[in-house]
């Protein structure tokens, strides 16, 4: 089945770090960028970064820089998405998308998982 599966969520307190992990299956990262999603109850997606073939990183929001950042092994054909000082405000459902450009719209985000849940919590 050819996506890309998240995992690494879970439920951390406020100041928390966490990696998310972002796979691909079936098909190769090395000439995808992959972006980094997420969604809270009740909100539209929301973009938060993304890293493109040569791991130049783009922010797609500025309410994450300097506390998240992204990296990519195309050995594993894995892409992370670090994320420290964690707040109550990035629990949301957490998606990775691949696409040709950083600079491409979400529409052209393609096989998209099924996400991981990251609960922000005292």
């Known amino acids: 089945q050819v996506q890309l599966v998240e995992s690494g969520g879970g439920v951390v307190q406020p100041g928390d770090s966490l990696k998310l992990s972002c796979t691909a299956s079936g098909f190769t990262l090395d000439y995808y960028a992959v972006g980094w999603f997420r969604q809270a109850p009740g909100a539209e997606r929301e973009g938060i970064i993304c890293i493109n073939e040569r791991a130049e990183i783009k922010y797609l929001t500025e309410s994450v820089e300097g506390r998240f950042t992204a990296s990519r092994d195309n050995y594993r054909n894995t892409v992370y998405l670090q994320m420290n000082s964690l707040n109550p405000a990035d629990t949301a459902l957490y998606s990775c998308?691949?696409?040709?450009?950083?600079?491409?719209?979400?529409?052209?985000?393609?096989?998209w998982g099924q996400g991981t849940q990251v609960t922000v919590s005292a």
């Open positions: 998308g691949a696409v040709g450009y950083c600079s491409d719209p979400v529409e052209r985000y393609g096989y």
